[in-house]
């Protein structure tokens, strides 16, 4: 699929206007900008016990064929994780082959770069500077905000639990301490006020 006609589809689908509808220009202005609120919103409706409509935008983001754009794989391979956490069986398999696809895409040269760049995700040396970004947040909708980011890197890490060169529990932890906080805040102050709304 193209992400011309995904984007086309999603704004289509009458389940989805309401909330399309609600987030700024500013977030619609490029196509990865879309992506990027489409991962997003998929991760806010698994947490807002939406199955139907975060089931619904992982299919279709996975959909998209990586074609050696970077700038809008991450978008993909980030509601490709959820898609694992949630459904390991249905999702797992297929998504670690479409990111082991995209690390060696390209030439020897730069397969081995990004193949290193993995290995180095594994040992788990983000995951203090983004407890670190997560606790220094400014205020609670920041502090929301980057644990997006946390839980993406999180989801990554647990994706490839068999290579790992951490303590898995510490990872298992954490999505579990993330998810709660985020789960949390929603329940409490709603996400109307979290990116992509605000």
């Given amino acids: 699929m193209l992400i011309r006609q995904l984007i086309e589809e999603v704004q289509d689908d009458a389940r989805l206007s ?22 997003r919103l998929g991760y806010l409706f ?10 619904y935008l992982i299919d279709k983001m996975l959909a998209i064929q990586f074609e050696g754009d970077y700038r809008y794989w991450g978008p993909v391979q980030n509601i490709g994780l959820l898609g694992i956490h949630i459904d390991e069986a249905k999702y ?14 390209g030439d020897e040269g730069s397969a081995s770069v990004k193949q290193k760049v993995h ?16 606790q220094g947040a400014k205020d609670p909708i920041a502090k929301m905000n980057k ?29 579990k301490d993330t998810l709660a906080a985020l789960g949390h805040y929603i329940r409490s102050e709603g996400f109307n006020n979290l990116f992509p709304f605000k």
């Fill in 119 to 134: 290995k180095r995700f594994l040992t788990g040396h983000r995951l203090n500077d983004l407890r670190a970004d997560v």
């Fill in 92 to 105: 797992g398999e297929s998504v670690r082959d479409m990111m082991a696809f995209a690390r060696t895409y």
């Fill in 18 to 39: 309401p909330y399309l509808e609600l987030i700024p220009k500013k977030y619609k202005k490029t196509q990865m900008d879309f992506m990027h609120l489409l991962t």
């Fill in 147 to 175: 644990s997006f980011l946390l839980l993406y890197y999180l989801f990554y890490l647990d994706a490839f639990s068999e290579e790992l060169e951490m303590e898995h529990q510490i990872v298992r932890d954490e999505i």
């Fill in 46 to 55: 698994y947490l807002t016990d939406k199955p139907d409509l975060s089931d």
